[in-house]
């Protein structure tokens, strides 16, 4: 839902929406996927339904009316503040990653990449895409050759990292990732100027 939302913002420096919790009262209403309890939230005050594992689910109309509320000038938008961004070290040089990308039916793959965040998934701003991944199915944030990390954003199918379901866990050079279909090896290395 965040994506897709800053995906119909005019480009400027905003982060992700944060959901205020509400109390509910009476039973909680089962995620359609797994049946467990989905937990109320809201945005601008319409009512949504999320299910930790699985996200956010809307009601007839209520995506439409938060959207509808979201770009409402008169209104302050319903996100986090930005945090200072992070600066690499002037002692730390960019990391280059660089992966073999495996898909049953498709050409072997090879990327190299030198972005402090990649994002791996099916949208087309993603860094690696993947057919067979969420949308933004995992990021991998890159700030320095021994501080890579692979984080999950919450994807229906997992991602793996060497045979392990993974939501946040440190990248080593040899490690295999696997989203969907997909095997990934990754390298990881200082850049060379």
């Known amino acids: 839902m965040s994506e897709m939302v800053l995906e119909m913002l005019p480009p400027q420096p905003i982060s992700r929406l944060e959901l205020a919790v509400l ?7 089962a995620c359609p996927t797994c049946k467990g309890p989905m937990h109320a939230t809201t945005i601008h005050g319409v009512a949504l339904d ?5 996200g ?3 009601d007839a109309g209520e995506l439409q009316r938060a ?3 979201v770009a409402d000038p008169k209104r302050a938008p319903p996100l986090v503040p930005l945090a200072p961004a992070r600066k690499r070290s002037a002692t730390s040089p960019p990391v280059e990653l660089a992966f073999r990308i495996e898909t049953p039916g498709e050409m072997v793959q090879e990327l190299r990449l030198s972005e402090e965040i990649i994002k791996l998934g099916r949208t087309s701003s993603a860094s690696v895409r993947l057919t067979g991944a969420n949308r933004m199915h995992a990021i991998i944030d890159a700030m320095a050759p021994d501080a890579v990390w692979l984080i999950d954003l919450g994807s229906s199918t997992g991602t793996y990292l060497n045979g392990t379901r993974i939501t946040k866990a440190r990248l080593r050079t ?3 990732i696997v989203i969907g279909s997909s095997t990934i090896e990754v390298s990881i290395a200082s850049k060379r100027s």
């Open 23 to 29: 109390a509910r009262t009476g039973e909680p209403i």
């Open 50 to 54: 999320r299910c930790a594992r699985h």
């Open 56 to 58: 956010i689910w809307c």
């Open 67 to 69: 959207l509808e509320r």
């Open 174 to 176: 040899g490690d295999r």
